[in-house]
């Protein structure tokens, strides 16, 4: 994996950690894909595998815009115009470590 992400339980629940430099990622797993990371991946998968060459998604707290190498990531609720742009392969391994770690500590 090319970033270092590390997570840590505290009295809020599991929280992650990212470089600055992809800081809206952690705003997109801990607010809007928490435990279900299904329709997230399920559109990042459709452009990945070249059936739709562009996808956006907007959730409560960041919208997706998914191209093929990269995925731009805006925080919604940023009074500047604060966006993360990372490799659309590299997001699929965070959310989908993100998701495994976040359901481990429920069960």
């Known amino acids: 994996m090319k970033y270092e ?7 809020r629940g599991l929280e ?3 470089p600055q430099v992809i800081s809206s990622v952690a705003i997109l797993l801990m607010g809007d894909v928490q ?13 990945l595998s070249g059936e739709s060459i562009y996808e956006e998604c907007t959730g409560n707290n960041c919208t997706l815009e998914i191209s ?12 500047e115009e604060d966006e993360c ?7 699929v391994k965070i959310i989908e470590l993100w998701t495994k770690k976040i359901n481990s500590t429920v069960e």
């Open 16 to 18: 992650v950690e990212v």
């Open 5 to 11: 992400i590390t997570f840590k339980e505290n009295e």
């Open 68 to 79: 093929q190498d990269i995925t731009k990531i805006l925080d919604n609720y940023s009074e």
């Open 35 to 47: 435990s279900n990371s299904q329709p997230w991946l399920n559109l990042i998968h459709k452009v």
């Open 85 to 91: 742009v990372i490799e659309t392969k590299e997001l």
